[in-house]
């Protein structure tokens, strides 16, 4: 168990609705990453957020958006879905910004 | 810019043989490398990392993984599989020099059978 949660565990929704995801970071981390791994593409990095500001993005498409609240919890938003939204959603943390990264067990999206 | 490319997509092994997980790097200075391991419907948990200091680096669960730069390589290793083995192993190298960005090989899935 890293510390990291996450929630849902399994979400399966519609094409075009719109779901939030939820991940608590390991106490303590002031860092979190969101990745999403298909089987199309792997696994890649989406975005990064540093003590409620972003710190980095990658490959996030402008459907999608996040946020660090001030307790520093993290959402993941993604909207207009497509079937090819389903995926499996890390979170990650770390104590800085460029530490060692811990792992939730994901959230599994399915887009029907 | 940096890049990993894990050489087989799919390893199978018997229990108790040696187990070896090929990933080639590229990278313009000498990176940081780890390795990951996902097991089925579990999240990611590091084995492993590479930071510049020994070139043989121990894990957990027996594994390690050597850097060789003339080779550009950072093989994983493991004496003796077992069967909880049974998993999919990324090699992962940060983007940036940094820790921030992590870019992932396309992993290899281990099969271990008795």
């Known amino acids: 168990d890293s510390g990291v949660t996450q929630t849902p565990k399994h979400l399966i929704t519609a094409t075009g609705q719109r779901v939030t995801l939820r991940c608590s970071p390991r106490?303590?981390?002031?860092?979190v990453y969101w990745y999403q791994q298909s089987l199309d593409q792997g696994l890649q990095f989406l975005i990064q957020?540093?003590?409620?500001?972003?710190?980095a993005k990658g490959n996030i498409l402008e459907r999608f958006s996040a946020q660090q609240f001030p307790d520093l919890h993290s959402e993941l938003n993604l909207s207009s879905l497509e079937l090819g939204d389903s995926a499996l959603y890390f979170c990650?943390?770390?104590?800085?910004?460029?530490?060692?990264?811990?792992f939730g067990p994901g959230t599994r999206l399915t887009v029907l | 810019a940096q890049s990993v490319t894990q050489l087989d997509s799919h390893v199978s092994v018997s229990e108790g043989t040696p187990v070896l997980l090929r990933c080639n790097y590229s990278?313009?200075?000498?990176?940081?490398l780890f390795w990951y391991v996902q097991h089925p419907n579990k999240g990611l948990q590091l084995l492993l990392k590479?930071?510049?200091?020994?070139?043989l680096v121990k894990g957990i669960n027996g594994f390690e993984a050597e850097f060789k730069k003339s080779e550009t390589s950072f093989h994983l290793t493991k004496p003796s599989a077992h069967m909880s083995d049974a998993a999919e192993y990324f090699c992962?190298?940060?983007?940036?020099?940094?820790?921030?960005?992590?870019?992932f090989g396309a992993g290899t899935r281990l099969a271990v059978h008795p």
């Open positions: 992962v190298v940060p983007l940036s020099g940094g820790y921030n960005k992590l870019i």
């Open positions: 590479y930071t510049s200091a020994a070139t």
């Open positions: 990278s313009s200075y000498s990176p940081s």
């Open positions: 957020y540093y003590n409620g500001e972003e710190r």
């Open positions: 106490s303590g981390d002031l860092s």
């Open positions: 990650a943390s770390s104590v800085t910004g460029a530490g060692e990264q811990f």
